[in-house]
């Protein structure tokens, strides 16, 4: 008789025996006690000869509690094998990288746009800046460069205005 071929790929199912030893055996039942021989020989629980003729007595096996006696004495499936690698101690892990603070970035961006907005992002650009440094002194992040930027550009952006008020204050006062 032959040896039907079980795929590999097909996920290993347990072999579940049932109580009722003198039932007859299914084709689904003799390739899941087929799959514990495989798993047991290939964990190396036996000889190449002993397996063929444990396969050959699982093929031919004509109730439930046959198949039982056939691999009642190894594993019902293959053994997680430990890892040789083992797991990395921390002290040689890389060390996460803080992450960038957003308000940072918010006042970045504000300080940029300060040139095509006329200076309308200034406020914002200082207010973000200054809030941002806040809380990457206190917490760690990353951005300062970014919130720094914002501020210089935001304060220059207002004191332009600034100036612009005084001049027009000034012309407006000369000029009545």
């Known amino acids: 008789m032959s040896q039907p071929h079980y795929p590999s790929w097909q996920p290993w199912q347990p072999w579940q025996g049932s109580g009722a030893s003198s039932m007859l055996a299914s084709h689904a039942d003799r390739e899941r006690a087929v ?5 047991g020989y290939g964990e190396g629980r036996m000889e190449r000869d ?16 046959e198949l039982a006696l056939l691999v009642a004495d190894l594993p019902q ?10 797991s990395v101690p921390p002290a040689y892990l890389p060390v ?9 970035v ?9 040139v095509p907005t006329m200076g309308l992002t200034g406020i914002p650009a200082v207010v973000l800046g200054h809030a941002a440094r806040a809380e990457i002194r ?8 970014l919130a720094l930027t914002g501020l210089v ?4 952006s207002t004191a332009g205005w600034a100036l612009v008020l005084v001049l027009l204050t000034v012309v407006s006062v000369v000029a009545s």
């Open 77 to 86: 499936g293959p053994l997680p094998q430990p890892s040789s690698a083992g």
């Open 50 to 65: 002993e397996f063929e003729k444990r396969v050959g007595r699982a093929y031919a096996a004509r109730t439930v509690g």
């Open 106 to 114: 918010a006042a970045g961006v504000c300080g940029l746009l300060c």
């Open 96 to 104: 996460p990288r803080p992450r960038t603070n957003g308000k940072a």
């Open 35 to 39: 799959d514990v021989l495989r798993a």
């Open 153 to 156: 550009l935001g304060w220059l």
């Open 138 to 145: 206190s917490r760690g992040e990353l951005g300062d460069g």
